[in-house]
């Protein structure tokens, strides 16, 4: 829907664990922080970025520098 949501947290942990399988889009979304890997970490910046917390495009801007 284009909204960071907690749900959208919750997608990313489970597809770190193995409890869902993630590709295309849905694992770039996943990704939070562009390294080629869904992580825990990932849905821990998501889950923030959902309550305003962390701005997800600047935290990419960031690590690709």
Request: charged share 30%.
């Amino acid at each position: 829907n284009g909204k960071v949501e907690a749900a959208d947290a919750r997608l990313a942990l489970r597809g770190s664990v193995g409890l869902l399988k993630l590709g295309g889009k849905t694992f770039n979304g996943a990704d939070a922080d562009s390294n080629g890997k869904v992580e825990a970490a990932d849905a821990r910046l998501i889950l923030r970025a959902s309550v305003g917390l962390e701005d997800l495009l600047a935290h990419i801007r960031n690590s690709k520098e």
